[in-house]
């Protein structure tokens, strides 16, 4: 069964603090994984797009890292700010056939001052 | 700013109400999507329209209408709802509707139906 596993399912940090969001994934045929951000009531916007031979891909204060093998992946968030407070979503596609996602159930994180 | 524009924002509507959500890009995709989205839960995909052709409806109860008028445009049509239809609408489009395109999605539309 295809599935994408995050954790945390919450995080609180202060201001200022790094973090680090995991996903795990068992989605057969990989195409692609996504990080989106998803502020509370709004759509999501994607962060970054990983293929299978990346390993690494920033993208201002987010960096997220991609391992085929093990089918994991993380994304880290430097200098964190107020306005990061929203949901993380790991997003993976199927290769082939239509743009097919396979959503994670979200990390959310909270900065507080 | 997301370039997939969607109104509503918010729209309350009761059961017996007929309303529609409208979604428009111009960012010249030829895919365009609908998805669900309830409190705390990831999206859940509801139609797909390639080339303003529906190529994907995941099994959605008939209460749901889409709509293509053109390639820029989306509508979703709404009759007879139940309140568990209240959740968030997000419209999303890409630049094909084959895998490894980017999604991009709009701000979503808030749909309450007492």
């Known amino acids: 069964k295809n599935q994408v596993e995050q954790s945390p399912q919450s995080l609180i940090i202060l201001e200022g603090k790094n973090c680090t969001l995991q996903?795990?994934?068992?989605?057969?045929?990989?195409?692609?994984l996504r990080w989106y951000k998803q502020d509370t009531g709004r759509g999501p916007v994607s962060l970054t797009i990983m293929t299978f031979s990346e390993n690494t891909k920033s993208n201002g204060r987010y960096t997220a890292t991609l391992d085929a093998d093990t089918k994991q992946s993380s994304l880290h968030i430097t200098a964190s700010q107020l306005s990061d407070s929203a949901s993380y979503i790991c997003?993976?596609?199927?290769?082939?056939?239509?743009?097919?996602?396979?959503f994670g159930a979200g990390t959310r994180l909270a900065v507080h001052p | 700013d997301t370039e997939v524009t969607q109104t509503p924002k918010h729209l309350v509507m009761g059961m017996t109400n007929k309303k529609s959500l409208k979604c428009e890009q111009h960012m010249g995709h030829r895919a365009m999507y609908w998805y669900k989205q309830k409190a705390k839960k990831p999206p859940e995909l509801m139609f797909v329209y390639s080339y303003e052709k529906l190529s994907i409806n995941e099994s959605v109860p008939s209460r749901f209408s889409p709509e293509c008028p053109n390639s820029s445009l989306l509508n979703l049509h709404l009759h007879a709802l139940q309140p568990e239809d209240s959740a968030l609408y997000l419209c999303?489009?890409?630049?094909?509707?084959?895998?490894?395109?980017?999604?991009?999605f709009g701000e979503g539309s808030w749909l309450t139906v007492v």
């Open positions: 997003v993976v596609s199927l290769s082939g056939g239509y743009n097919k996602l396979i």
């Open positions: 996903c795990n994934y068992t989605v057969s045929p990989f195409s692609n």
């Open positions: 999303a489009s890409s630049q094909g509707d084959r895998s490894g395109n980017t999604i991009y």
